[in-house]
């Protein structure tokens, strides 16, 4: 006699998957996941402190060395080609061993390279040391955008990743008031020194308190138990054996650079790269150059209060703007910011920069002009992390901010030529010029973020 046939519906059921997308978006913005935002930020904050040291040490370092502002164009270009470098091993790195290794490495990297800048006594030397501080700062910023990005909730995303991005020129302010009297009284040398042991002490905060992201860790099934434990930090109610998706993500194979050409991405790929190249051309002119434009002028008392509020004005307006984005969407908030941008960039050719000068206009329309481009700048690490899929964020971004630094190349000669040939009204000629290609550059992105209302990019 033949066996009976097993029905169907009495085999034990599939355990349903774990979809991370649904935990991670109807989640509250809980303290795990604002540990992640601090520790990323704070790595962001130095990142910013960094970046900045040089600009301001310039000054000092010429009249030390006894050598013209245009000697250090080549040094300056360094530390961005390092910054092209990094950008794109970091990004690829993030994608393909994590961003938490990717991010504690970039910013030990940049400390141990910035304490041994301290130590040199010539142009070449320095070069190099940059040109290494150069790869560890590019590649914090995509990977901790990128997981700033991966644990926050969609409806706060775009604001999320903002506020941590900020902190760069958060932390450009922050090494403006350090070096306002550590540079007179104790010297570039010291003022590296600390630049570069903070870095140090913040990596190994990382090592013991930064998680890896969830959306790179569903990916990777070996890896499934510590996503579980990590989500459960999110949503204790979440079981601990998986299996475990991610429907919000399109099932792109490879992170890899050919990647970001792939599903209709060409066109957002080519003007993300565009609007990078030119924005960063922009605020890197502003980062190398304020302080050596204003002590030409001679106004050097004012020359790091001068960078501080270029600064501080694009701390508050990216903060403005990632709200502008949250409720009108990238498109009409970031477009319209890169016109007004440009526009009074052309109105500043006229300001008149004398030793004779008041001093709070000028401080207040760096400023304005800070808030404008920093507020670009900032905020389209939210429209890269929008733009690309999970398997190729880290890569989307890491290599969209690299192109971005060929402009910041070219700001090393561009800012020295236009203030050697026509003082400050060629410098803002320039600034204006960079600003309005971003505007159109960001004009030409298809997938921008919605808003919230009725003037969305879908809409436009």
Request: with cysteine; hydrophobic share 55%.
């Amino acid at each position: 006699m033949l066996p009976h046939p097993i029905s169907l519906s009495s085999a034990p059921p599939a355990t349903a998957p774990v979809d991370i997308a649904h935990v991670i978006d109807e989640a509250p913005m809980g303290r795990y996941q604002r540990r992640v935002l601090f520790l990323t930020a704070f790595s962001v904050v130095i990142d910013g402190i960094d970046s900045q040291l040089l600009g301001i040490a310039i000054p000092v370092m010429m009249a030390e060395w006894l050598v013209s502002r245009t000697a250090f164009a080549p040094v300056l270009a360094a530390g961005f080609v390092g910054m092209m470098v990094g950008g794109a091993i970091a990004g690829l790195v993030g994608d393909r061993l994590g961003r938490r290794i990717a991010l504690i490495g970039s910013v030990l990297t940049f400390g141990i390279a910035t304490v041994s800048a301290s130590l040199v006594d010539g142009l070449i030397a320095l070069g190099m040391f940059r040109f290494v501080v150069g790869i560890g700062l590019q590649g914090a910023s995509p990977n901790a955008a990128t997981l700033v990005s991966e644990y926050a909730p969609l409806r706060n995303r775009a604001f999320a990743i903002t506020l941590t991005i900020v902190c760069v020129p958060a932390g450009a302010m922050l090494a403006g008031l350090i070096a306002i009297p550590v540079l007179p009284l104790l010297g570039w040398r010291v003022l590296f020194a600390v630049g570069g042991v903070i870095p140090l002490v913040v990596g190994i905060l990382l090592v013991r308190f930064l998680p890896e992201s969830p959306r790179y860790l569903v990916q990777r099934p070996a890896r499934w138990p510590e996503l579980s434990r990590i989500l459960r930090q999110i949503d204790p109610r979440i079981r601990a054996d998986g299996p475990f998706i991610d429907s919000a993500e399109a099932p792109i194979r490879q992170g890899s650079v050919a990647a970001l050409f792939a599903r209709g991405l060409s066109l957002d790929t080519c003007a993300l790269w565009s609007a990078f190249f030119f924005c960063l051309l922009a605020v890197y002119s502003g980062f190398n150059w304020l302080p050596s434009m204003l002590t030409q002028a001679g106004l050097g008392s004012i020359a790091n209060t001068g960078i501080t509020a270029y600064n501080l004005g694009g701390v508050v307006g990216a903060i403005f703007g990632a709200v502008a984005i949250k409720r009108f969407g990238s498109r009409l908030t970031m477009v319209t910011i890169a016109a007004l941008a440009s526009a009074i960039a052309l109105g500043m050719r006229s300001m008149t920069l004398s030793p004779l000068a008041p001093a709070l206009p000028i401080l207040v329309m760096l400023a304005l002009i800070g808030s404008l481009i920093n507020a670009v700048q900032v905020t389209m690490y939210a429209l890269g992390a929008h733009i690309y899929p999970t398997i190729a964020r880290s890569t989307g971004i890491g290599v969209a901010s690299s192109v971005g630094r060929v402009g910041a190349i070219l700001s090393t000669y561009a800012g020295a030529w236009a203030l050697e040939s026509g003082g400050s009204s060629a410098f803002f000629t320039l600034v204006a010029a960079a600003m309005l290609a971003v505007m159109l550059s960001l004009a030409a992105v298809r997938r921008h973020i919605p808003g919230t209302v009725g003037l969305t990019a879908a809409s436009l």
